[in-house]
């Protein structure tokens, strides 16, 4: 099963964001969509998950998403952008019932806890969702969208997690931790495709990643293949060293160059 | 109001706080219906009447006048606007996503005004043949179409890919609001002795009109509306989220936002048709329950049509005994009770409006 884009293409007026981007996100891995500021990374989300007008097609586990209801889609896949701004003084416990609501596990009344616990903010289930640092809101969202897809895999259809920079605002320790969450929902057989702005944590813990540069993909494969000094450099435009350490050489990372030390 | 205070504290579940507070309310209203039947210039009271009927006596002539024909139907209208105007403040402030938003203070009210004041003046123009079908529902009619268009162009002005502006939605709301008096005080002008005299009374904001006519005239618009605003707790509760998040889970958002819309305008243009401006009670029913058990749509929605009931009809009462054989308005009541809850709630969270 899987999650593949046709041609999608997403215009601002007459400014084309993105074109010609076909995106094969397989159940069971983790995709990265990397790419510098403005190169159409949120863009190609948003258009994967409809809330964007694009051209081309995207299809969900063999089916169209163009004709398929809101709640069809909330059953299949869920949701987290990149920053939540939530109108009324909601509880975080009740900020994450109204992912589960929308899933197919609504009947499970011990789910939201659980997802809290996921990300390790059960003790904060009573707290108001305004009163949490950027942090933390970002973590009780991320247990939102779990609640919504609680069964990696649901009557054999794998289910997707589609989010927007996950770790952009969290610490080191909650970065690990959320790419984990998300590596683990697609060893269990979901799906997983995420925009990441930290190349070495997309190299640690995704199986493909896409390559974005004005709008267009540049390289499309695993870490291994595609982030090489070559393809960042040309993507970010500036120069990148990507190393191997010796105990890991099957995980690159990378480091950026600055011109005097280079000697460029 | 004891009910409000006894759950001041922090519950550990708000929706199960929600719902014991959702019965509570209903034996608070049925208290404050008693009390506006016991209470009353005539002297008639509602145990007197009790007694005699347990005692198997009949009814004096007038004692039926006053209880059948005056506070009935009074305590009925008192209930539908009540009800409908808390009812559509909750879905107005659902709606744009803002504890602001209340179709009184954003021109919604005022446009469904003129809409009762177009039918009022210019109704005798109609066809007969629309009269005669529309016949009392026309004034009611008349408001909702108002209100409709007034929440359309808000809607229009203020909101941009699913976002309010709560300054262009406050600005725009004063400008709709003085658009549509200006229009309505051209209309007054054009009008015949007579429409004076019902525009002024209607204009001042009472139940003192209060007549079974009325109150079927107004009911299906009310009970429609506020029926509809009563399904609308989950699509709200995901708009809370914004719009492309409660897209996201699973929420028909242009499905919602119509009915949203419909509803607040046909629960605005029923009471602002049958009770003139009644100001206040949208905004601070919904307020005080969201402190109390919290923002969730599915209970905030019929426990402020309980709580809107309850206070109307207080105000009601209060407005007729204060200055008794006389009555205020009942605007001026909700306003004097309701206007500074608005600024206590503008102090507490200053955020709201930061523009």
């Known amino acids: ?264 | 109001m004891a009910a409000l205070t006894e759950i001041s504290s922090r519950p550990r579940d708000r929706h199960a706080r929600a719902r014991a507070l959702h019965w509570a309310l209903a034996g608070v209203l049925a208290l404050c219906c008693a009390v506006s039947l016991q209470i009353g210039a005539a002297e008639v009271t509602l145990t007197a009447l009790l007694g005699k009927w347990l005692a198997g006596e009949p009814l004096t002539m007038m004692e039926r006048v006053v209880l059948f024909d005056i506070r009935l139907p009074r305590l009925a209208m008192g209930v539908m606007v009540g009800g409908a105007l808390a009812v559509s403040g909750a879905a107005m402030q659902g709606l744009f996503r803002n504890p602001l938003a209340d179709p009184g203070i954003v021109g919604v009210g005022a446009g469904a005004g003129l809409g009762a004041i177009l039918a009022i003046v210019l109704g005798t123009l109609l066809p007969v043949w629309v009269t005669d079908i529309a016949g009392n529902h026309l004034v009611p009619l008349a408001a909702f179409f108002g209100g409709w268009g007034s929440t359309l162009l808000l809607y229009r002005v203020s909101t941009r890919g699913g976002r309010t502006s709560v300054a262009t939605m406050l600005l725009a709301g004063i400008a709709l609001g003085a658009l549509a008096g200006a229009l309505s005080g051209i209309l007054v002008y054009m009008a015949d002795d007579q429409q004076l005299r019902d525009l002024t009374f209607w204009g001042l904001g009472s139940l003192a009109g209060a007549s079974w006519a009325k109150v079927l005239a107004a009911a299906p618009l009310v009970v429609l509306s506020v029926g509809a605003a009563l399904v609308l707790g989950r699509g709200l509760n995901g708009l809370a989220l914004g719009e492309a998040t409660a897209a996201h889970i699973g929420i028909d958002v242009q499905r919602t936002k119509l009915v949203a819309i419909l509803a607040v305008a046909g629960a605005t243009g029923a009471a602002v048709a049958v009770s003139g401006g009644i100001g206040f009670i949208g905004i601070v029913v919904p307020h005080l329950l969201r402190l109390a058990s919290g923002p969730d749509h599915r209970m905030l929605l019929p426990n402020a049509a309980l709580l809107g009931a309850s206070l109307l009809i207080l105000a009601d009462v209060i407005a007729r005994v204060i200055i008794a054989p006389a009555e205020l308005p009942i605007g001026i009541v909700t306003a004097v009770l309701g206007a500074p809850v608005f600024l206590w709630i503008l102090l507490r969270r200053r955020g709201l409006v930061d523009l």
């Open chain 1, 1 to 264: 099963m899987r999650l593949e884009t046709e041609d999608i293409g997403v215009r601002y007026g007459r400014h084309e964001a993105l074109g010609g981007v076909n995106l094969r996100a397989r159940a069971g891995e983790v995709t990265a969509i990397v790419g510098p500021n403005g190169s159409g990374k949120s863009t190609l989300l948003g258009a994967i998950t409809g809330t964007l007008p694009h051209a081309g097609r995207v299809i969900l586990n063999g089916r169209d998403v163009a004709g398929q209801k809101p709640w069809e889609l909330a059953a299949q896949r869920a949701v987290l952008p990149q920053a939540t701004r939530l109108a009324f003084p909601f509880e975080v416990l009740e900020v994450v019932r109204l992912g589960q609501q929308a899933g197919t596990a609504g009947g499970r009344a011990n789910v939201p806890m659980q997802a809290l616990a996921r990300v390790g903010m059960a003790h904060y289930a009573e707290r108001i969702f305004q009163d949490l640092s950027g942090g933390e809101a970002q973590r009780v969202m991320l247990a939102r969208v779990l609640a919504q897809v609680w069964s990696p895999v649901e009557a054999g259809v794998p289910r997707w997690l589609l989010l927007d920079e996950p770790v952009a605002s969290l610490d080191i320790a909650h970065q690990l931790q959320v790419m984990e969450i998300a590596r683990d929902f697609a060893r269990a057989g979901g799906g997983v495709v995420t925009v990441m702005h930290d190349l070495n944590l997309t190299a640690l813990f995704a199986d493909r990643v896409l390559v974005l540069s004005g709008g267009r993909p540049l390289a499309f494969g695993t870490p291994q293949e595609v982030l090489t000094d070559d393809t960042l450099s040309r993507a970010y435009g500036c120069t990148l060293k990507v190393s191997r350490p010796p105990e890991r050489a099957d995980m690159p990372y990378v480091l950026p160059h600055h011109g005097q030390l280079t000697g460029a």
